[in-house]
């Protein structure tokens, strides 16, 4: 057999180039990275030798060996772990797993980020490829556990392709050679090695040699007592964990003996992966029973709103030969999702209660996992309702209100928790809706993660006895509480005549034009009582699924909005001037211009307006008739 050449596939070699270029002054993690590839090996390793006794080289020492040749600027990383067949060294190491990588860097660089990076990096994991930050020639020699697989090596002298060829290797396991750069050869320093390893891979639970000497403590990080363990050490390991370069926000280290035997070291990071843009982005703990590794990133130990926890968790209760069929089912991971969770959400109430500025933090990283919880949920939304937070018209810059908070601060008559979804907050600031109750002094919390908030606004129609209600809703819903829907139909035909008494003539009228110029665009115009400063709004009619519609308008394409209700306000100038102008000039073409201009205006400020710019020609042509009337009046 001979030697086969390979390009990288293409995203490869260009992701490169950006990792090369803005991580020069974290090279030194390309160790971290290959140590912990190794390790990840061996604990592959351990769980084959537990569960298949059929491996090659069995009695091999499970070990980490790295040596160093300063003078020919050489270092090498072996490990007896797992290896890899000819097939499995192409595909992993030639490709980048993670499939959104390359749109991600490049996205950042057009956007000037690249000193950010380095913080990212912890997004996709470069891995493997971060060797090519100091390395000239890489050799990758590899023995696979599996009996009938020949030896075979890896070489690459660049990002640009590498070669695979047979070779000679009697022992089980994988080599890591690197030549270094010429201007890496700074690492070709025992001493430095030694301490790049304490620095980054202190607690690896396997051997690391270096000179026949152990270097790493190999301690268990997670079965220390906290008081034991130094901040930094915690850091250093949420980094390794996640590979990342951030400090974390919290570290929550804890161990119980009964009712079942737990240790864990969890974290909650400083900053949200991006999930939006790696939806494959893996999540989850690693899980260990007795030191052993059994999931990389278990999914099972945790609720999926807590995806955002990164750490270790190890229980001597997990049976260690589980498969991850069996291990979702187990008794024992039931009882420990169960156990966590409370932990962590005491943990969160800890944090609100006594580190105000910490949880705000966490709240605009990780708030809406806390909104997925309430919605998913069920046993524990007592408890997620109280880790909620707001901004709301009262909310003056960082500050966030809990729904307790809202509760002590309202007015004794005001039998309600109003709010207000909007795309954004200046949106939802500058809202027609909030008018009546900015005058009353109420407060109105406002909800500005559109989906998430529609969905979570259907899983929280009370609180504490209260009603949770919208104020883009047309009045006899927002107002006339507890009503039976015969009285409310009553009370709407009431209020109607109302309106046909109090009002002058001239305001039916301009409702009979507006109906009659937007036709189905509305479902009827009428007389608001909740405006103040502007001339109209659109307001849902209560129980028409005003939540849905938002969740729909997002998750639909096309997705066409019933309409709604046009309110006027008979006080606003406009409305007072364009019924004048309908009774004294009825034909003039301005008016329904105004009318479809007041219509779109409504739209815009609820954010429904498809196409804005469709409605500048008018706008002109409204400006000119302004001017003309201003110029005339000379
Ligand atoms: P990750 O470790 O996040 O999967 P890497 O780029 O570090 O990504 O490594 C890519 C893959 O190469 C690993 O998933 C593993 O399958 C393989 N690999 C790397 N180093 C080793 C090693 N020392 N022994 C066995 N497999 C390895
Ligand atoms: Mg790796």
Not at 115 to 124: D, K, N, T, V
Not at 210 to 216: G, H, K, M, T, Y
Not at 404 to 415: G, I, N, S, T
């Amino acid at each position: 057999m001979s030697e086969e050449k390979y390009t990288f596939q293409a995203d490869v070699h260009r992701v490169l180039d950006i990792v090369i270029n803005s991580l020069y002054q974290h090279r030194d993690i390309f160790l971290r990275e290959l140590i912990s590839n190794a390790a990840d090996a061996l604990h592959k390793l351990q769980f084959q030798k537990i569960n298949n006794a059929d491996i090659y080289d069995p009695d091999a020492e499970l070990k980490i060996i790295v040596d160093v040749d300063e003078e020919k600027k050489i270092i090498t990383i072996k490990d007896s772990g797992i290896g890899m067949t000819k097939d499995e060294l192409r595909e992993n190491l030639g490709t980048i797993a993670q499939s959104g990588t390359l749109n991600f860097f490049e996205e950042i660089k057009k956007q000037g980020k690249d000193a950010s990076i380095p913080e990212l990096i912890g997004q996709f994991g470069v891995g493997f490829y971060s060797v090519f930050m100091v390395a000239r020639k890489i050799t990758v020699r590899s023995r696979s556990y599996k009996k009938d697989e020949p030896a075979y090596e890896w070489v690459s002298e660049g990002a640009e392709s590498f070669i695979i060829r047979p070779t000679e290797k009697e022992d089980r396991g994988t080599e890591v050679i690197i030549e270094l750069k010429e201007d890496a050869e700074e690492f070709a320093d025992k001493t430095k090695i030694r301490e790049i390893i304490k620095k980054y891979s202190d607690y690896v639970p396997f051997p690391i040699e270096l000179d026949d000497e152990v270097v790493n403590q190999q301690t268990s990080l997670w079965r220390k007592s906290p008081n034991e363990v130094k901040e930094e050490e915690y850091e250093k390991f949420y980094q390794y964990v996640s590979h990342s370069f951030d400090k974390p926000l919290h570290v929550i280290h804890y161990s119980v003996d009964a009712p079942l035997q737990l240790n864990c070291l969890l974290f909650i990071p400083s900053f949200r992966k991006n999930i939006l843009l790696f939806p494959e982005t893996e999540w989850g703990v690693r899980l260990y029973s007795r030191n052993v590794l059994i999931q990389e990133r278990s999914k099972d130990v945790l609720p999926s709103y807590l995806r955002f926890i990164e750490g270790v968790v190890d229980s001597e209760d997990l049976p260690l030969n589980v498969s991850r069929e069996t291990i979702q089912v187990s008794r024992v991971v039931a009882s420990i999702k169960k156990t966590l969770t409370t932990k962590i959400l005491k943990e969160l109430e800890k944090i609100a209660r006594h580190e105000a500025e910490k949880y705000q933090k966490f709240w605009k990283e990780f708030g809406i996992f806390i909104k997925d919880g309430v919605i998913n949920d069920e046993k524990n939304r007592e408890r997620l309702l109280k880790l909620l937070r707001f901004k709301s018209n009262k909310t003056k810059d960082d500050e966030l209100i809990s729904l307790d908070d809202y509760l002590q601060r309202k007015p004794e008559e005001q039998d309600a928790i109003y709010y207000l979804i909007a795309d954004d907050l200046v949106m939802a600031e500058n809202s027609p809706h909030l008018e009546y109750y900015e005058e009353k002094g109420w407060e109105v919390l406002f909800l500005v993660e559109p989906v998430v908030d529609s969905f979570l606004l259907m899983h929280l129609r009370t609180y504490k006895d209260l009603q949770l209600k919208p104020i883009d809703v047309t009045e006899e819903s927002v107002d006339e509480d507890g009503a039976s829907e015969k009285e409310e139909g009553e009370k709407a035909v009431k209020k109607e005549e109302r309106d046909e008494d109090d009002l002058r003539p001239s305001f039916k009228k301009l409702k009979e034009r507006v109906k009659e110029v937007l036709g189905d665009k509305i479902l009827e115009v009428k007389a608001s009582t909740k405006l103040r400063g502007s001339p109209c709004r659109l307001a849902a009619r209560e129980g028409f699924g005003v939540q849905f519609q938002r969740v729909y308008k997002y998750m639909t394409e096309n997705f066409i909005a019933p309409p709604k209700v046009l309110e006027l306000n008979p006080n606003h100038p406009i409305i007072e001037k364009l019924e004048l102008l309908i009774e004294s000039d009825s034909d003039n073409e301005l008016i329904n211009k105004i009318i479809w201009q007041l219509f779109e205006n409504a739209l815009l400020l609820d954010g429904s307006l498809e196409q804005p710019s469709a409605m500048v020609p008018r706008v002109n042509e409204i400006i000119l008739a302004a001017l003309e009337g201003a110029t005339a009046k000379k």
